[in-house]
Each structure stands twice: as C-alpha cells, then as structure tokens.
C-alpha cells in the first residue's frame, strides 16, 4: 500500500482527458495534476526543448512525491520518454503510446487516419508502431492544426473549431478511412465536434486515455502501489503558467467529470 499519490503532467489542459479516466477507474487514488500552461503548446518546438520542459514538469512531481508519473502529453512522450525513465529510474512513468496498433487491426476500409502533432507524427514511437501494424493499411498523418490552441482558449464549440476540424478530417473521410485516432490529449475535447463532422459514415475515433488509465492500474498492482482503504484520496493542480490558469486547470477537470 501506498498513498502517495499519481502525478499527471502535459503541456496544457489536454492531460485532463488521462487525469479523468484515471480517476473514474481509481477514485481512491490521490492525484497531482500538472499543466504546464507557460509553454504550451509543443507541437512544433524543438525537439531538445520539449525534453527539458518534460526533465521539468516530471521532476516537480518527483519532488512532489508522486508515487507513479503519467506523461499525458504524445508530444513529450515521442521527444522524451526514455532520457524520463532513465533519469527517474525509482518512479514508474507511463506515457502516450500511439492508437495505431487498434485502429489498424479494426480497420475494414484499410484506411487508417492518424490527427497529432507534428514533433508526435515526427517521433520514432510512432514511426515504429506505424511500420509495425500497417503493413498493407494506408496510413493517412495529418497535424490538427490549430486544435491545442482551440481547447486552450476554450473554443471547442465554436464555427472555428468545426472548420478547423473538418480542414483536417474530410480529406481522410473522402480516403475511405473507417478508424481516425486521437494522437494528442487535447483532442478529445473535440469530440462532439468530429462526431458531427464524421457524421453516420460508420467511422471509430479512438481515444488512447482509457488504455493508459488500464496501464496506470496494471503497474499499481505490479508494484504493490495501491492507496490503502482508509485513504482519503485528494486532487492538486500544478503549473508553470499564474494562478488564473491554475484555476482553470482545476474548473476544466471540475467540469469534465
């Protein structure tokens, strides 16, 4: 048993839709949320910047005696995940892995579309799962232009957002492509949008949040790390950003439930 608790880390709000399913399957767990806010978004920053912005974050949570660490953030899990386990050896960390391998062994159509940013579409993690599970699918990559910047400044319901979104998926949509992954945690606070831009055409768009919240419990239970029944679990939201955005990291989670 162990009650300290999770940290959750991403860039910006995003890592809410991993903070949520982790706490629907461990409402008794403790969790430490941290949005960086300052330097969001990391879509098309460096590489070597990404990965001392996530040395940052994760060593914060570190210091906040975080028990496990999850890097809600694909942008930062493809620029820093191992030099992360490396350097913090003594903590399992979990990050984003890329929804190819499900999409490609769903798909009918063999027409897979893939919605990230451009470091994440750039990163070997996803290169090799891409190479490995789509030998005979088409694979179509496409950058959500625009989507961080939509759900940080709270326009998901807007006529922006939805011509946003359909720039990048109708194309896909007209490719014949029956499975659409989320590959940023940001995006799934577009989903009523994309339903309504995929319409009926029998189309799946997988979100990876349930996966890793199933891999969270996995290593819980791997590692004897389980908060203890007469725990009473807490949520604290971190961040680089003022307090202002702070607030909004915990209305935002407050509101996702």
Not at 7 to 19: K, N
Not at 144 to 167: I, K, M, Q
Not at 221 to 239: K, M, N
Request: hydrophobic fraction near 40%.
């Amino acid at each position: 048993m162990n009650d300290a608790p999770i940290g959750v880390y991403d860039s910006g709000l995003g890592g809410l839709t991993v903070w949520r399913e982790i706490r629907r399957v461990l409402p008794d767990e403790s969790l430490v949320y941290l949005g960086d806010g300052k330097n969001c978004p990391y879509g098309s920053r460096p590489r070597e910047e990404i990965r001392r912005l996530a040395d940052e974050a994760v060593g914060r949570l570190v210091e906040a005696g975080c028990k496990l660490i999850v890097v809600a953030c694909n942008t930062a899990t493809a620029a820093a995940i191992d030099f992360l386990r490396e350097k913090y050896a003594g903590v399992p960390i979990v990050g984003m892995e890329p929804a190819v391998k499900p999409a490609c062994l769903a798909t009918r159509s063999r027409v897979v579309g893939v919605l990230a940013t451009e470091r994440s579409l750039d990163g070997d993690l996803f290169r090799h799962t891409a190479a490995r599970y789509g030998e005979g699918i088409e694979v179509l990559m496409v950058p959500g232009r625009g989507f961080v910047e939509l759900v940080e400044s709270d326009r998901e319901e807007t006529p922006e957002a939805e011509a946003c979104v359909r720039a990048a998926v109708e194309p896909m949509l007209e490719r014949g492509a029956d499975q659409i992954v989320l590959g940023c945690t940001h995006y799934p606070f577009l989903l009523p949008v994309l339903r309504r831009v995929v319409g009926d055409r029998g189309v799946t768009i997988v979100d990876p949040s349930p996966a890793v919240a199933r891999r969270v419990v996995q290593l819980l239970d791997r590692y004897g790390l389980r908060a203890s029944p007469t725990h009473r679990p807490t949520c604290e939201f971190l961040t680089f950003a003022d307090e202002a955005y702070r607030r909004r990291l915990e209305q935002k989670a407050l509101a996702s439930l």
